[in-house]
């Protein structure tokens, strides 16, 4: 089975695969590879070795590697990989995907269907619905969740096509964050916009999103810019 191997050769001369240009609006890139090559993960990287389907080595931290087919027992890592198959893969060649675990920054969320807020004025809370945009930061947390999404495997997956996946769920995650961080600060709607660019959203343990979370999916900010008390009852999916 091909693996990822340390490489503590001299790299004079030698072709090196790396991806030094996942920015900012990409989730994933693919490369297709060749036994013997070698493999450059940088920071923020995580890489998978992949072929007909299936993951057949990982690499989290930064190096230099080799692919070499060897047969080297992992039970920790075949516990974890071992089950999963990316749909409609199944004829992939060998290949190397390079996923951004860098914070994705600076994406606009726009809710236009009222949600529910817990508004607290002189210690005691009332049921507001609002409107609200702004902005949020999330991050890859889970490669192998995201992969089990994922069908088949293109070239590049960028940050939009994911968005568009997990927009609902994204709002939903907003909803919740939004009042838990108003029941522990007592906030009313014009202070929560106020120090909302002060406040990560409560999503530590992120256990009331499970959706999020099927996707490898967490979120670690948000801010309001703009909102709008609306009369119009909660109306969700």
């Known amino acids: ?24 609006n990409i989730i994933f890139k693919k490369y297709n590879v060749s036994e013997g090559e070698i493999i450059k993960v940088s920071e923020n990287q995580f890489v998978c070795v992949f072929e007909k389907g299936r993951v057949l080595d990982i690499k989290e931290n930064e ?11 992992n039970d920790e890592f075949d516990n974890i990989w071992g089950s999963l198959i990316v749909r409609k893969a199944e004829d992939e060649s060998l290949c190397i995907l390079f996923f951004n675990t860098n914070i994705i920054k600076h994406n606009k969320y726009i809710i236009n269907d009222p949600i529910k807020f817990k508004n607290w004025k002189n210690g005691e809370f009332s049921d507001i619905y609002i409107n609200l945009e702004g902005y949020y930061d999330f991050k890859i947390e889970n490669p192998k969740m995201m992969l089990s999404k994922v069908i088949g495997l293109r070239n590049l997956f960028t940050k939009q096509e994911l968005i568009e996946k997990i927009r609902k769920y994204v ?3 907003i909803e919740k964050g939004i009042n838990e961080l108003s029941d522990e600060y007592k906030l009313d709607i014009d202070t929560l916009v106020l120090e909302s660019d002060r406040l990560e959203i409560k999503l530590k343990q992120n256990e009331y999103d499970l959706k999020l979370l099927e996707y490898g999916v967490k979120l670690t900010y948000f801010d309001i810019k703009k909102f709008k008390i609306n009369q119009k009852k909660f109306k969700f999916f």
């Open 171 to 173: 709002i939903y995650s």
């Open 1 to 24: 089975m091909v693996k990822l191997l340390d490489f503590q050769e001299n790299l004079e001369n030698r072709k090196i695969i790396e991806c030094p240009e996942l920015s900012n």
């Open 63 to 73: 190096g230099i590697y080799k692919l070499e087919n060897i047969d080297i027992k």
